[in-house]
């Protein structure tokens, strides 16, 4: 039995992101979506139904764009949907099932009868397809990302769960967190083999649980605030980092609040970052800084392929697309977007959108030319041990090709 993804037309709006990866490969709370619905349903992931610039997108363990017929037996999931992680025990009890439902709303569908990604696409929702499953459903807790901005809003609850679900056995027995470790509050402080958190590393687990994975090192004079998980491989240098989700191979230096690191990028340096999320292969340069709420206390406003819509949120700082960058110094107003493969340096603060491979300051910025785009994507990657496939340079040229104006 496997599953498929499916980023319905809401999905497909989750801007920055969409420009250049599946709603699935979004990092929500502290899992990749994808990953998160293997482990509930206990099986791997087929492929994914997404929009047509994302054919070739290539990334680690992520199966290709689905081609072929989703087929009888096989879960569709829409990829906006985020059980928790211990729903697989809810979902092994109802194995006859045949929709899984988060709050009522249909998650995933078992098919009944072969679907065509092109089909699935031209029914645009699960629910114009229930017909073609059979069985009760089976509810489970979890969350929906309506905008793309629940990811900052559902983050400390899932941070909550997740750091307790992913923890091995053996961090959970305590046995690997170094005795020098000072811990403050009362949840628990995890601390996986082959991790290593050096002296005066302070844990501070008074508002929830801190999950430090294997490989993860955490240099001193940092200040951990959960709920918070560090990903494998990732450097922690210094500083408060607080309620954040941190993606494996990230470099990330303190102050930063309620944040996702989606995986392979650097915030290594000095400079304030909250609310926000970081797509993979950004680098944030030295004392780059977001705003996270207004002067004024209200809601903050967001851009959306749609236009600027009011999140409802009063705390909201920057959405970096993959592959963005910011030169020194760079300040950001409250709920900005930088499109994927933008570079923005200079000394003029950008406006609340800034469009996919723009190039330089405002007020008139310029192109990111492909080609010189590629090399710099290839070198960077490289410096994380990973090549530039085939299929991710062709998709990342298909990004360049869709680009959009704010």
Excluded at 244 to 258: H, L, M, W
Excluded at 260 to 289: E, P
Excluded at 395 to 406: F, G, K, N
């Amino acid at each position: 039995m496997s599953f498929v993804l499916f980023d319905d037309a809401i999905a497909r709006t989750f801007e920055p992101f969409a420009l250049t990866r599946p709603a699935g490969e979004l990092r929500a709370g502290g899992e990749i979506t994808r990953r998160r619905w293997a482990r509930v349903l206990g099986a791997p992931a087929a492929g994914f139904i997404a929009a047509a610039h994302l054919a070739d997108f290539e990334e680690f363990d992520a199966p290709a764009a689905q081609r072929s017929d989703v087929p009888v037996g096989a879960w569709l999931v829409n990829s906006r949907a985020l059980p928790v992680l211990t729903a697989g025990s809810s979902l092994a009890a109802a194995a006859a099932a045949g929709r899984i439902t988060i709050g009522g709303r249909i998650a995933a569908l078992r098919l009944d009868r072969p679907w065509s990604p092109a089909e699935i696409m031209a029914a645009g929702s699960l629910e114009a397809m229930a017909g073609s499953s059979r069985g009760a459903a089976a509810e489970v807790a979890g969350w929906w990302l309506d905008a793309v901005w629940d990811l900052v809003r559902h983050l400390n609850a899932m941070l909550d769960a997740d750091a307790l679900a992913m923890a091995t056995p053996e961090a959970h027995t305590g046995e690997s967190r170094p005795a020098h470790l000072t811990v403050l509050g009362a949840h628990p402080v995890l601390v996986e083999p082959g991790a290593t958190v050096e002296p005066l590393v302070v844990a501070d687990a008074s508002a929830g649980p801190i999950l430090v994975r294997r490989g993860a090192l955490v240099q001193a004079f940092t200040r951990l605030v959960g709920p918070c998980i560090v990903g494998e491989d990732a450097i922690v240098s210094g500083g408060r980092v607080a309620a954040c989700s941190i993606g494996e191979r990230v470099k990330v230096n303190g102050e930063i609040s309620c944040t996702i690191l989606i995986g392979h990028c650097n915030k290594g340096h000095d400079g304030f970052v909250g609310h926000s999320v970081i797509g993979r292969w950004a680098n944030l340069g030295a004392d780059t800084v977001t705003s996270n709420l207004k002067n004024s206390y209200g809601p903050v406003a967001l851009w959306t392929p749609a236009g600027l819509r009011e999140t409802g949120l009063q705390f909201l700082g920057t959405m970096f697309g993959d592959h963005a960058k910011t030169g020194i110094g760079t300040r950001l107003t409250t709920g900005c977007v930088v499109g994927a493969g933008a570079n923005v340096f200079g000394s003029v603060m950008p406006p609340k959108a800034v469009a996919p491979f723009a190039w330089g300051e405002p007020p008139q910025y310029g192109t990111f030319a492909l080609d010189k785009f590629l090399e710099v994507a290839e070198r960077v990657m490289a410096r994380r041990d990973v090549a530039l496939s085939p299929g991710a340079r062709a998709q990342l040229a298909a990004a360049h090709a869709a680009r959009w104006t704010p």
